[in-house]
């Protein structure tokens, strides 16, 4: 049976949860993330999963044990997931390529949204961790773009513009499955 793999990536708060969430219920897909993998990674350290405390493990684990470790969790969790998985979060070419080689039929869909309208979704949701202000925003953005956890977009084979309503963004989505192969 072949497997059909969507990675979703975009910019935080561009609504990745969102899409993936939607295509889990609508089209059947089981859904894996990145992030907690290293929650679980950050956890073991005794930190609080923090969004700074999870940026520096997976940073000490990529260092210490390689690109692609967090990869390899991932791919035993899609192997658990059956065949309709959603990968999550993907920030890395570390992250990506891998995943690219084991299942070359793999699809990205990135996520798209103005800085301003993430920013504003970032606020209304208040996560712990999430930034208050936009100068915090702006500097949390800066460092994921140093940390180089903006290099899983350019791989990807989509793009859904996230600027209207959910029903839009729905929309966006279901005219996209209509078009590939993977809503069967």
């Known amino acids: ?12 708060g561009a609504g990745k949860d ?23 990674a950050t956890e073991k350290e005794g930190l609080e999963a923090t969004r700074a405390n999870m940026q520096a493990v997976s940073k000490k684990y990529r260092d210490r044990y390689g ?22 979060e993907m920030r890395t070419d570390g992250d990506v390529l891998p995943l690219k080689k084991t299942f070359p039929g793999m699809k990205i869909i990135l996520v798209h949204a ?12 208040g996560r712990p961790g999430d930034p208050q202000t ?13 940390l180089g956890y903006t290099q899983a977009l350019e791989y990807a084979d989509f793009t859904v513009k996230n600027d209207g309503t959910l029903g839009e963004l729905y929309e966006k989505i279901d005219k996209l499955f209509k078009t ?3 809503d069967e």
Do not use: W
């Open 67 to 88: 690109a692609g470790y967090f990869t390899g969790i991932i791919l035993k969790k899609i192997d658990q997931n059956g065949p309709k998985v959603i990968v999550k």
């Open 180 to 182: 590939t192969e993977y």
């Open 18 to 40: 969102t899409v993936a969430e939607y295509i889990a219920r609508k089209y059947r897909y089981a859904v894996v993330a990145f992030r907690d993998a290293v929650k679980d």
């Open 1 to 12: 049976m072949v497997q059909k793999i969507i990675g979703i990536v975009g910019r935080i």
């Open 114 to 125: 103005d800085a301003e309208k993430r920013f504003e979704r970032m606020f209304a949701r």
């Open 134 to 146: 936009l100068e915090e925003f702006e500097k949390q953005e800066k460092r994921e773009e140093e």
